[in-house]
């Protein structure tokens, strides 16, 4: 213990003072000694019962040794009490003062165990077990256990005989005289010589059934990695054969009933309590199976239906009790299946995926307090440990320990784990355990959850060593090495990759490349010889860059084997280290801040376009730094920008290759932000709220573009008029553009107006604006690398065959004669985007009554505007598309909505101001308000909206290009349903399984209800 608080003086019959400042003396000491209720303290130490006892120092000293003083010298008064007579007493109470050993046994376990008191007090004379002090006491076996148990003839006995067991093993335990790692072997032994003599109960009481079977019992989790706690489920497994002459059928049966015999023994509570459950739910078909299976029978099993989870939990399979023979036949029959394991399609992410379904099923408000199950508790030990040794010990055979630590040791002695990382997760994994068997020893619960009292947390912290401040300094490690283990976790995955490949070279011993391969592979790399040479390409050589970049590799590659395709993810890293290696703050930057590098993998791995735009413009590396630097810039600032650079610009042709820079570097910050989940949805299940990324994806592309047409404008004009048209000249976004709704693939739908300037001759003026549209379309046709904006101008008056410009003059007498229902219901989205602001705002002036009219539509119109939809449905969908995944024009999709609101906002806009808007959810809410459409309608017609919005973008961000159909290759399937938020599969064929099924499954429904609505409110009402 550390600490020990220096021994005072007598607490109790000192001289001077008056009785109040001697109590308050009294007191004083018996706090320093670590009592919480220094008064009970006094009364109790003063109890007849103690006699002398309670007035020797040697007592003080033990008691303030203890996690709990209080509770240990209440456990010695109550065992005091609970002797048979007088001559017992004072046995106890002379072993208790003259017997250190003895002593500080006893008030250690009283100490630190209410349970083992109550035991005490029910059970006097066993605490005579804790008198032994021989060196063969220090390490008992599983023999020791089975000859303290020998002579146990029921269930009850067997109980008790467990506990005083039990008292040994935690006394050597607070002591401090076995580590955690002896203790839990101790448990673990205990355990399997009580289960031992539980079969022989069980055999005893039915002599028939022992004689018509071989059974075996096999160990499974702690128990098989000899790892028990104080109170944990035994996990067993059961195999039979037959004897003799029975036949397997009659054997199975009689070997059932006597494990099922063996498993009330220990789990039944009697007078006595019970003892643990025995636990046989890891038996093949789990407890839907029968409980007891032949070895063929177990083999048939695992051969063709076992999941990976279950060869996992095989690697610690133990024989511990019943037919020896018939135990290692099984073990030794499966153990070639367990290390065969990682070669299994999607295994990787099988396990994976088994620790996220662990932690996401914590109970609310315990994740924070789970030793166990939370993020840095013990499982995160164990998973990362067990898929290191499932993947490299195919192998190696040093790795096929079923005991954590020795595992872990093994790791780093093979070179799979550094040995610092060994060193930090060996102590950590220590410190957690220990912290897990001193809340579970407290009262033989089986809880995994660090207490709230303050009372339990000071023993608790006592009880691990801490003295000073028990409560913050045990919070404080507790921490610490929780962050540890959530630390190597993540890295462990894959940081032995990286070493096998660093350390390769021709001559060398040690690891092949055929080896590697296997490795790269089974975690997810469908091209691992590629995969093996970008990492020695990048991090062979003793340069500070190679060596930063063996630093951030391991990270990188689990991040990049999370994704749908791990080997683009890792194929761009080296593309972008290629381009910016011997820039000095790229790697910095990686190294330095975790999230930079993170978001950098998500990137890179997550589709085509943004790797893409990143390609073209490295140093936009710097935007992935943090959450400012993924902020969109807004329309005037990107405005500005642009602007300013077109002015520096030499030629109009340099001036658009500026204005392209800033709009490449913006639609990757807005990519980057999108894929990582800058906007709120990264992680999101797919029926989760996915509107502040679509919003925002759509008001930031269209500002980019905005800017972007805005500086080519002026690149126009400079060519040949300097900085004034003889014209005013206005640009005024359609469609998607003018809805602040666009997409990464969407095209600018727009239309030109100008107004000739005072004194200028409208023909000279209309040649202008002819001259500078035509100029402007040809800037922004220029070839280029970086996805194109491309200008549609056939929303204008007489489409292709009209003018593409107009004076407003001309717009105003076309409309006022000429216009048709299609050119209101398109208007209901224009917007100026670019040139003379005033013109562009006069342009609004003139359209409004056009798209809001006065007593809305007449039936004619609205009959015009339906058969122009039926129309569209009929003759634009393209030849072979599906209708229920075509997200613009398929049944439920874009248009389906866009259509419904935008009659709505016809019909009712003149007389419903906050209908008058661009945006398509703006309307739709607008509606909901006015009681235009109700609240279930609208939220589906929303939700279709959503979801086909997002699955556009998604389209184009995996493939590079736009599409509004599912892509049909897998992987790129796969990409999309990340993007949405679904998790992939945990089986076989994940992406054909988890993305093509469920997302497709879920478009179709969420769709088809939309369709369901857009034909009540659109076609019938």
């Not at 079977?213 to 160990?219: D, G, K, M, Y």
């Not at 063996?550 to 994704?563: E, H, K, M, N, Y």
């Not at 409208?762 to 904006?789: C, M, Y």
């Not at 209708?883 to 906002?905: A, F, I, M, N, Y």
Request: hydrophobic residues 40%; charged residues 25%; contains cysteine.
């Amino acid at each position: 213990m550390t600490n020990e608080p220096s021994r005072p003086g007598p607490y109790r019959g000192e001289s001077g003072g008056d009785s109040g400042g001697r109590r308050r003396s009294a007191s004083t000491r018996l706090l320093r000694y670590g009592f919480n209720d220094p008064a009970t303290a006094s009364r109790l130490l003063a109890a007849e019962e103690l006699g002398e006892l309670g007035t020797d120092a040697v007592l003080l000293d033990a008691l303030g040794a203890t996690a709990d003083p209080d509770l240990a010298l209440l456990g010695l008064i109550r065992l005091v009490e609970a002797q048979p007579d007088e001559t017992a007493r004072r046995t106890l109470l002379r072993t208790v003062g003259s017997a250190k050993p003895l002593r500080d046994r006893l008030l250690g376990v009283l100490g630190a165990s209410e349970a083992l008191g109550d035991h005490l007090a029910t059970h006097a004379g066993d605490w005579q077990s804790l008198a032994v002090y021989e060196s063969a006491d220090l390490n008992p076996g599983v023999a020791d256990f089975e000859a303290a148990l020998a002579d146990v003839r029921d269930p009850d006995a067997l109980r008790v005989g467990y506990r005083r067991a039990m008292l040994t093993i935690a006394a050597r335990d607070v002591c401090g005289t076995a580590d955690f790692v002896q203790n839990a072997a101790e448990l673990t032994d205990l355990a399997t010589a009580t289960l031992r003599r539980a079969l022989a109960l069980a055999e005893a009481d039915a002599p028939e059934d022992a004689a018509a079977c071989r059974l075996a019992v096999i160990a499974m989790g702690k128990a098989g990695g000899r790892e028990l706690n104080y109170v944990s489920d035994v996990d067993v497994i059961f195999v039979a054969e037959a004897v003799g002459d029975t036949e397997e059928a009659p054997a199975v049966q009689a070997a059932t009933r006597l494990a099922a015999h063996l498993m009330r023994i220990c789990s039944d509570p009697t007078a006595e309590g019970t003892i643990w459950p025995v636990d046989a739910n890891l038996r093949p078909e789990g407890r839907n199976g029968p409980l007891v299976r032949t070895l063929s029978s177990h083999l048939a099993y695992y051969q063709r239906w076992a999941k990976t989870w279950e060869f996992q939990a095989l690697l610690k399979a133990r024989p511990v009790a019943g037919d020896a023979a018939l135990g290692a036949a099984y073990c030794q029959a499966l153990e070639p299946m367990v290390w065969q394991v990682s070669e299994r399609e999607n295994f990787v992410p099988d396990v994976q995926q088994m620790r996220r379904r662990v932690i996401a099923e914590i109970p609310a408000g315990q994740r924070e307090r789970q030793l166990k199950l939370g993020p840095g508790g013990l499982r995160d030990v164990e998973f990362a440990v067990q898929l290191l040794q499932l993947v490299h010990g195919r192998g190696d055979t040093t790795l096929r320990s079923s005991t954590t630590l020795v595992a872990v040791d093994a790791l780093a002695t093979g070179g799979y784990v550094g040995r610092q990382d060994a060193a930090a997760l060996d102590a950590s994994y220590r410190f957690l355990r220990t912290m897990e068997h001193r809340i579970q020893l407290h009262k033989l619960r089986r809880t995994h959850l660090v207490p709230e009292d303050e009372a339990d947390l000071r023993r608790l912290g006592r009880g691990v060593g801490f003295r000073a401040e028990p409560v913050t300094e045990l919070t404080r490690a507790w921490k610490r090495h929780a962050s540890v283990v959530r630390r190597l976790h993540e890295k462990l995955f894959y940081r032995p990759l990286l070493d096998a490949v660093a350390q390769l070279a021709p001559g060398e011993t040690g690891l092949s490349l055929d080896a590697a391969r296997l490795r790269m592979e089974a975690l997810g790399y469908a091209d691992p010889s590629s995969a093996l040479r970008h990492l020695e390409a990048l991090a062979s050589g003793v340069s500070r860059k190679a060596a930063i970049q063996r630093t951030l590799l391991p990270v990188l590659l689990g991040w990049f084997a999370d994704s749908a395709d791990p080997d683009a993810g890792l194929l761009n890293f080296r593309k972008v280290s290629d381009a910016l290696g011997k820039t000095p703050w790229y790697l910095r930057l990686l190294r330095d801040e975790g999230a930079a590098a993170e978001n950098l993998a998500r990137v890179l791995s997550a589709g085509r376009l943004a790797p893409d735009l990143l390609l073209r413009a490295p140093e936009a590396v710097a935007l992935l730094g943090g959450p400012e630097g993924l902020a969109p810039r807004g329309s005037r600032a990107l405005t500005q920008e642009v602007l300013a650079a077109v002015r520096r610009a030499e030629s109009a042709e340099a001036a658009v290759d500026a204005a392209r820079g800033v709009r490449r570097r913006e639609l990757f910050r807005t990519a980057a932000a999108d894929l990582i989940g800058a906007y709120g949805t990264e992680g999101l299940p797919a029926h989760e709220d996915p509107a502040p990324s679509v919003d925002r994806v759509g008001e930031a592309i269209s500002d980019v573009n905005a800017a972007a047409i805005a500086g080519t404008l002026r690149a126009a004009t400079r060519a040949r008029w300097g900085d004034e048209l003889p014209t005013r000249f206005a640009v005024i976004g359609m469609g998607r553009f003018g809805g602040r709704e666009m997409g990464y693939g969407s095209d600018a739908d727009v239309l030109f107006v100008h107004e000739p300037r005072e004194g200028v001759d409208e023909g000279e003026a209309n040649k202008a604006a002819f001259a500078v549209a035509t100029e402007l379309q040809r800037l922004l046709q220029l070839p280029s690398t970086d996805p194109p904006l491309l200008i549609d101008t056939d929303l204008r008056p007489e489409g292709k065959s009209g003018p593409l410009v107009r004076t407003l003059s001309s717009y105003r007498a076309y409309y006022r004669r000429w216009s048709a229902v299609w050119e209101s219901q398109a208007l209901l989205r224009a917007r100026p985007v670019a040139g003379d602001e005033e013109l562009g705002a006069r342009f609004i002036e003139l359209i409004d009554p056009l798209r809001y009219p006065e007593d809305g539509p007449g039936e004619d119109a609205v009959r015009e505007i339906r058969r122009l939809k039926a129309r569209m449905e009929g003759e634009r969908l393209p030849r072979g598309a599906d209708p229920t995944t075509h997200v613009k024009l398929g049944r439920g999709g874009l248009s389906d909505v866009e259509w419904t609101v935008q009659l709505l906002q016809l019909r009712h806009g003149s007389c419903i101001p906050q209908l008058r808007t661009t945006s398509t959810r703006p309307a739709l809410a607008a509606a909901l308000e006015a009681g235009l459409i109700d609240g279930e309608d609208a939220e589906v017609l929303d939700a279709a909206w959503l979801l086909a919005t997002r699955v556009r973008n998604a389209v184009m961000l995996v493939r590079g290009r736009p599409g509004d159909t599912f892509p049909s290759e897998a992987r790129e399937l796969a990409a999309v349903g990340r993007y949405l938020g679904y998790e992939p599969s945990s089986s076989a064929g994940q992406a054909e399984i988890g993305a093509s099924g469920e997302v497709l499954e879920d478009y179709r429904r969420t769709t088809r209800r939309a369709r369901a609505v857009v034909d009540r409110l659109f076609y019938e009402d």
